[in-house]
């Protein structure tokens, strides 16, 4: 059974998946790292918000009074559903924000990425954690304190897709992610040592097949 307890979240999820030998709690495990944890015991009482996801012949959403089911169509489509649940379902406490981006460390300062599924957030992360000498705070997910414009490091791995691989001088500590469809890259433990406040944001965009960076001229609360 896995809990997961995030930042700044009113609720918490627990996930039992009862199917695929919990791949799918580890996945979430490594994927809300550190803010998830093995539990040996099933909840028995639940608050009004809190929420229950259960992987067997369908996936069912226990909440307090009542539970919903959605078809179950196999390891991956049922890792995206639960993700997807979590995501949809989050009950933030002011002072937080949820972005869809990366966050690197380098030089001395802090920035966020931001840019479409697919320009190259992630690639470009473990680029400057790999090769540059930066650190890798987070490849997705984005977790934000607002009042202290600080971020909060979360996953395990970042993740590159397979043509990434070529930016990387030595690929040999990469392992594929077949649920993800993408190669794991670990990412280091320092980042949880230290506050990381924000010194700027870059929007990441691709024009004619080319990979460029661009200053955000938007300030921070805009983007938040």
């Not at 999820?13 to 996945?27: A, G, P, R, Y």
Request: hydrophobic share 40%.
């Amino acid at each position: 059974m896995l809990k997961i307890e995030l930042p700044g979240s009113s609720n918490l999820f627990w996930v039992e998946d009862k199917v695929f030998d919990c791949l799918v709690e580890e996945e979430l495990y490594n994927t809300f790292y550190p803010y998830a944890s093995f539990e040996a015991t099933r909840p028995t009482l639940f608050q009004n918000i809190d929420m229950l996801v259960r992987i067997d012949d369908s996936i069912y959403i226990e909440l307090c009074h009542r539970t919903i089911s959605y078809p179950q169509k196999g390891i991956v489509h049922a890792f995206k559903t639960v993700l997807a649940i979590i995501r949809e379902n989050l009950q933030l406490q002011a002072n937080y924000a949820y972005l869809h981006g990366a966050a690197i460390f380098v030089d001395g300062f802090s920035f966020l990425l931001l840019a479409e599924t697919g320009i190259g957030k992630s690639t470009l992360s473990v680029y400057m954690d790999h090769e540059v000498g930066g650190i890798c705070l987070t490849d997705d997910l984005i977790i934000v304190h607002e009042e202290t414009r600080s971020i909060l490091p979360i996953s395990k791995y970042a993740h590159i897709r397979k043509e990434g691989k070529c930016f990387l001088k030595t690929t040999e500590s990469l392992a594929f992610n077949h649920i993800k469809n993408c190669y794991n890259y670990l990412l280091s433990e320092k980042r949880f040592e230290y506050k990381w406040p924000i010194d700027g944001v870059l929007i990441l965009h691709r024009c004619d097949n080319k990979h460029a960076i661009l200053s955000s001229p938007m300030p921070l609360i805009s983007v938040l």
